[in-house]
């Protein structure tokens, strides 16, 4: 089983900065990807973020310019950087690691963080 821990998440004005963080319980030897997706209520989840082993990212096109995935030197954790906030960047910030084994490739998830932009 993987741990995925989520924090950063809080309450901020619009304009405003967070940063999020999420730590696998896993050796990046075995992560294909990490990401950040995020689920505003009574709508679906959807990718903020994605960063994968090679180094590549993906961001989604509401967030360009204003949001970074990045990740430490042992690419086990992973951040989200979001600046210029929005009201409607309100929602809860879901980390999915995804793992590859001989069972082949397995999605993990965080608990979820929230995150609020209002003044």
């Known amino acids: 089983q993987v741990q995925v821990v989520e924090s950063g998440g809080g309450l901020v004005q619009p304009g405003g900065s967070l940063r999020l963080s999420c730590a696998a319980s896993?050796?990046?030897?075995?992560?294909?990807?990490m990401g950040w997706y995020r689920q505003a209520p009574g709508q679906q989840r959807e990718l903020v973020a994605s960063?994968?082993?090679?180094?590549?990212?993906n961001y989604a096109d509401s967030v360009k310019g204003r949001f970074t995935i990045s990740r430490d030197n042992a690419m086990s954790t992973v951040y989200l950087q979001m600046n210029s906030l929005k009201p409607e960047d309100t929602a809860v910030y879901y980390c999915?690691?995804?793992?590859?084994?001989?069972?082949?490739?397995?999605?993990?998830w965080g608990q979820g963080t929230q995150v609020t932009v209002s003044s």
């Open positions: 960063i994968i082993r090679g180094g590549a990212t």
């Open positions: 896993r050796s990046a030897f075995s992560i294909l990807a």
């Open positions: 999915n690691v995804q793992i590859v084994s001989l069972g082949g490739k397995t999605d993990y």
